[in-house]
């Protein structure tokens, strides 16, 4: 039973995992030709570690547990968005980014 669950949701890793593997290729490639990419080689593959790590544990969440917390956390996305228009960096033309100092956050 628990290798068909299993299974289950195997048919969505692979094709990410994929497009993962494409993606970083590509930017490899990318920095070997123009050097102006050469960090986004590293900077991609660190978003993408921590993105696949964070599917993985939202995996585990019950969904029970984010409905019942779910005013919670639309409220708190609320209170982000007004503190951007006060205290947010402008980045490309749009005030919609929290500048932290190693990276920028944007609220959504």
Request: net charge positive; proline share 3%.
């Amino acid at each position: 039973m628990k290798k068909k669950k299993i299974l289950n949701y195997l048919w969505l890793y692979i094709p990410l995992l994929i497009l993962i593997t494409i993606s970083l290729i590509n930017m490899k490639i990318a920095g070997n030709i123009q050097s102006i990419y050469k960090n986004y080689f590293f900077k991609q593959s660190i978003w993408f570690s921590l993105g696949l790590i964070i599917l993985i544990i939202m995996k585990f969440i019950k969904p029970k547990l984010l409905f019942k917390y779910s005013f919670i956390l639309y409220i708190f996305n609320i209170i982000l968005l007004i503190l951007v228009l006060f205290f947010g960096s402008t980045i490309n033309g749009s005030k919609a980014w929290f500048n932290l100092g190693i990276f920028s956050f944007q609220p959504m």
